[in-house]
């Protein structure tokens, strides 16, 4: 007698599967709609007009989509502009200068109208400021020049390992007494382009920030070097960079109705907002156009979900989190229970499987569901984080999950200007796509995440 649950050789799960998969390669939309947050609106830092412009946009892609409900969630986000093109170069001695590529890092302060420019000392750690004093910084330039690590093959533990240069040192260097600083760029090419990303001052007066900026990897190879050959170079930069006061937003939602357990929620989404610098096709405009394809597909497919499944896509992850913020506390507000997250910002590059922050009770289920992915060649199943907008929903018995693609190439692009729709592979986001439908069904049917 054949099992109830086995269909033709196949069980009910690995047919499901098969027509996610079938639908996101043959018609799936994600590719098209990430052309037009790309190449239509560009890139979307929080408070701008291209910000709003794609939040005009996805809403009504949404709305086209025939979904129960979508609307607008207001959230006030901070507004950084960055204003003209930053400039540096290397000075070995009066009118012998190099050019190097740079860029401000997002919460910098302006440098003066004449730019700064200083002697330069380098360091490794936040911590070798302390060991040098202020004695040997004041009126300098910090250079913090610390790669990723190369050895380490999950390339986000090597950004993680590196990036507090970024998001701190700006504020430590002055309280030695530093003019400004100058950043290795995150990425782990060699290349000439700048990434930017967030820094922060702390509690830093406005009188105590110093500018703070990105330089590319090669710039810093070549700075390092020249600084060995000749110590007293000076190093000169200029940028314009300005914080404004907060700016109404906000967050995109929509959302398929439950048929059996409305007041249970599944959300899956990514970050609408993206740096300047480039289009934002890769972080996290791949993850939003996903997380609306995952939508789209459950209902082409046919398939009626138990729970309430919501698209979430989130402003400002980049330089604030004031929208992941803002939901999970109006969640709060209004009772809401959610009960399994699914955030993709990790890049469109070929899926590899998904991280899960979870009750090891759940994640003994989730296993279970391993062997349906492995003939897409979805075989990490990890414990680990979800995702920055999906952490403020932590609380005991939700799951939270991450889709982790291949992330060998992800920082070359990551906060960058080569953060183009270019770069970003038809089939590989579409992959993505079918691989996040196919984990929410299985969430949905098996009550994951009820223990909340």
């Known amino acids: ?49 291209q910000a709003e412009q794609a939040i005009v946009y996805t809403k009504a892609e949404l709305d086209s989509l025939g979904l129960d409900r979508v609307w607008l969630q207001p959230v006030m986000v901070p507004k950084w502009v960055r204003g003209t093109p930053e400039f540096a ?28 420019k200083a002697n330069v000392i380098e360091v490794r750690e936040l911590s070798d400021l302390e060991k040098l004093g202020k004695a040997k910084i004041q009126g300098k330039i910090v250079f913090f020049n610390r790669p990723m690590d190369p050895t380490l093959l999950n390339t986000f533990q090597a950004y993680s390992g590196a990036v507090n240069q970024r998001s701190s040192g700006a504020a430590e260097a002055s309280k030695y007494g530093a003019v400004g600083v100058i950043v290795r760029s995150m990425n782990l090419r060699l290349d000439d382009y700048p990434h930017t990303g967030s820094t922060s001052y702390g509690d ?36 314009n960079c300005k914080q404004l006061e907060d700016v109404p937003s906000f967050n995109v939602i929509g959302e398929i109705k439950g048929s059996t ?8 989404g990514g970050h609408l907002d993206s740096w300047d610098l480039g289009d934002g096709a890769h972080d996290d405009g791949a993850g939003c156009v996903q997380s609306m394809d995952v939508l789209r597909l459950l209902k082409l497919s046919g398939y009626k979900p138990k729970r309430t499944i919501r698209v979430v896509l989130f402003m400002n992850e980049e330089n604030g989190l004031r929208g992941g913020r803002k939901y999970a506390s109006e969640a709060e507000k209004n009772g809401e229970k959610h009960v399994f997250a699914l955030e993709s910002d990790a890049g469109g590059f070929t899926p590899r499987g998904f991280s899960f922050d979870s009750s090891e009770a759940d994640f003994s289920t989730i296993l279970n569901w391993k062997s349906l992915f492995e003939p897409y060649l979805m075989q990490q199943f990890t414990k680990g984080g979800g995702g920055a907008d999906i952490g403020p929903l932590k609380k005991e018995g939700i799951v939270l999950a991450g889709l982790r693609p291949d992330s060998q190439r992800y920082f070359a692009h990551h906060h960058a200007e080569n953060d183009t729709f270019e770069h970003v592979n038809k089939r590989e986001l579409e992959l993505g796509a079918a691989a996040m439908v196919s984990l929410i069904y299985l969430a949905d049917k098996y009550d994951l995440g009820s223990a909340n």
Request: charged share 15%.
């Open 261 to 268: 357990k409305p007041n249970e929620i599944i959300v899956v």
């Open 1 to 49: 007698m054949v099992n109830m649950v086995t269909i033709y050789g196949q069980t009910e799960d690995e047919k499901q599967l098969k027509i996610f998969y079938d639908l996101a390669l043959t018609k799936g939309k994600s590719y098209d709609w990430l052309n037009h947050l790309s190449n239509q609106i560009g890139g979307r830092l929080s408070g701008s007009v």
């Open 204 to 239: 830093l007066t406005d009188a105590e920030k110093i500018p703070a900026a990105a330089i590319s990897t090669n710039g810093a190879e070549f700075l390092s070097t020249t600084l060995k050959l000749d110590p007293n170079i000076q190093f000169y930069f200029k940028q």
């Open 89 to 116: 170069y290397l000075e070995s001695k009066p009118g012998y200068t190099s050019n190097v590529p740079i860029c401000a890092l997002g919460g910098s302060v302006a440098t003066p109208p004449g730019g700064v």
